[in-house]
């Protein structure tokens, strides 16, 4: 197994006075900027770090609190396999504490890692979510809090939303392709406080920003299937959306003011196999269900590439594609990508508030980044 590495670029986040500031995934709000002082033009291994301590694998990133930088590795994918949750000296590199999170209860999927969700902290705690056995508060010194079981995921290439603080609630984005919710739950002890269910998404990976309307309450913005949508911080109801997203989601929203900008992509599922055009439920049962059971097999795909990915139609892993399955099929093949730039401001439907869409050369992961009014992607 390789190792990850982390070197003193991590430590460029730390402001003047040792305040936190990367607390989160990428940082401030989401939006991978974070001014700091004079930065080495050149840096490597042996030049201009100040300390390099070697770490266990995994795809989440670091966090920054007051005295820890707070990091998630593992020992390996099979069952048995542990992971753990580590507190490393932010001046120096040591490791001050490492608590084993869990054990893996069965070999997890190759195209992830059990711990790609990036943790939170609020400066002295440290909150993360492993898809194996759900949240996980830890003071500065490792000693857990709390823990909270939130059962299991039905996403097949696991699960890398990433929790987010705002004020003492903790938001975390379950977006999976069965039973998606957003929810939020007390920091100190892990009790449910609000819990949104999301009929709409489809299994996805972005995580949640905070938007600050001027003399109102604190909104959570959220980009999922089909739409970007607000919802109070306070109550997780749903406050507006926009329609027209990719249906997978996967990049975080940045927020600018009033402005929104949302990398939404997907291939079209046109791409990946020859689906049918413009056929309600029962004409394709007419078609294909050759054994009339009303619903269809493997071996009565329209099209023989989508038992390759039979995962994408199947959704609730029963072998077979449903009524449900198809109408969820229906609506990922007329779902567009793009990059939105949205004027926030409003209640209920806001599409029209859409002020440009680009649609060429758009990456697939990668959230944007909003420096000094240029848009990168």
Known sequence: MTSRVFTGLVLCAIA???????TRFRGPNGTGVA????LPDEFGK?????WRTAMGAGFSSPVIGEKCVFVTSFDGKKAGQKAWTSCLDKKTGKELWRAESFKLDKDFPAVNTPVSATPATDGKNVYVFFEAVGLIAYDENGRERWRKDLGKFNNPYGMANSPVLIGDTLVLQVDQDLDSYLMGVSARDGMMRWKTKRPEANHGYSTPVVWQPKGKPAQLIV???YQVAGYSAATGEKLWWVNG???QAKSTPVVNGDMLYVHSWMVELSE???LPQGKTWPQLLEDVDTNKDGKIGKDEAPDKEMVRIWFLYDLDRSGFIEEHDYEAIRARSTSKSGLFAIRLGGSGDLTKQV???AEKQLPNIPSPLLYQGVLYI
Request: glycine residues 14%; proline residues 4%; hydrophobic residues 40%.
């Open 16 to 22: 003047a006075g040792g305040d936190p500031v990367w």
């Open 35 to 38: 001014e700091t002082g004079k």
């Open 46 to 50: 042996d030049k201009n770090v100040q």
């Open 223 to 225: 980009s999922g299937s």
């Open 245 to 247: 997203m990719a249906w």
């Open 272 to 274: 990946l196999a020859k």
């Open 355 to 357: 002020v440009w869409k």
